[in-house]
Structure formats: C-alpha cells, structure tokens
C-alpha cells in the first residue's frame, strides 16, 4: 500500500509545516516578552515604593531643623499621598490614560524632593546631621535604582512593542494573544529644561513660609 503510506506522510509533513508555522507567528514568543515586560514593571514598583517609604523620614527630619519651610515640607508629604494613591497594576500597562497619571503623579513628587534638596543647602544643621544625611544618601541610591528600572522597563517593552507588530509574530499577537502594545515612560517637558535653583542668601534668616519657593517652580532633576 505505498499510496497510503505516501499519502500519511505527506499530512504529517503538513502538520509539521504548520506546527513550525504557528511557532514562528508569535505563540510562544509573545506571551514570554510580554512576561518579562511585566516583571521589569515589577521591578520599577518596587523602586517607586522604596522612595515613598523614605519621605516620612526625610520629611520628619527635615521639620525638626526647618519647621519655617512648612510649604516645601508640606508639598513632598502631598506629593507623596498622590503618588502612592494611583497603583498600575500589569493589565493598565495598555491603558496610555492610566500609564500618564500613574507618570505624572511620580514626577511631582520628583519635583517636590528636588525642592527639599534646595532647603538642605540653607540649612547647615539639617546638613551636618547623621540620620538625615544617611536618609538623603538612602534617596540618592533609591533614584538611582528607579532610574535603572525604568530604563529596563522601557527596553522590555521596546522589545515587546516590536514584536508584536512585525510580520510573523503579529499574526498570532492580534489573532491570538489580542496583544496591545505596552506604554514606555517618557520624558516630561520640564524635564528637557535646565532646573532653576535660586538658593537665596545662605547666611539669611529662613524665609517665611508664604515666600518659600512655589510648587510650580522647577526642581533639580533626580539623580
């Protein structure tokens, strides 16, 4: 019977070729990217979260040593309860509404501790004491590490992004999985600015509060 015999290995050379066809259209291929996508998100939360847990202190230290910057004090504590109040969780990574306000939310309080970093420099007490300038080092390294997040977080969903809308891998992305590209993080406009940091005449009196500097005023960039 070699017709039969033919004929049964000329569907198994089909099933084969499709088998090896449906691999290559993004099966496999995209679920994984977009796992690692959300793992790196993963990671950028846990940054964000270090910081926020590091303000109280910051903020509590800074007060006893200049209670007369209450505004600037007061901004970071607001910054801070609006930040932590907007939680993206993996399935609002497509959603570019909640991504933004989730973005925007983190770079005021950005802001906010760069206002805190220009009250430092008026303050020689606040300087010279040990659990601030541990606190302030704890900061340096957190915005370090929330730098280092982001980057990797954008890279994954470059990757992703990309893979789901090239030929084959976008067949099985929209057939599929119903893939929808992931938002990146992007620069804010003022970001692209030079900081403005007027820090006054050091040896001056501390200003008072109604002439401390405005939440509106841009800050020192984030390291």
Known sequence: MPTVSVTRLGRLAVLVIAALGLASC??????????EAKARWADVQSAYQRRADLVPNLVATAR???GSENQILSNVTNARARATSINVTTDD???PAEFQQFQQAQ????????QLRTVVESYPDLQSQARFADLMTQ???TENRIDVARTRY???VQDYNTTIRT??????????????????FTAEPETQAAPQVDFGDIGAPA???NDNVGAGQPAAAAR
Do not use: M, R, W
């Open 139 to 141: 900061l340096e390294g």
């Open 26 to 35: 993004g099966i496999n291929e995209v679920p994984t990217k977009e796992e």
């Open 64 to 66: 006893a040593a200049a």
């Open 154 to 156: 954008n890279e994954a």
């Open 93 to 95: 990574l497509s959603d």
């Open 167 to 184: 030929f084959p891998s976008a067949i099985g992305a929209k057939v599929i999985h119903g893939a929808e590209p992931l938002q990146p």
């Open 107 to 114: 770079n005021q309080l950005t802001q906010a501790l760069g």
């Open 207 to 209: 200003p008072a509060a």
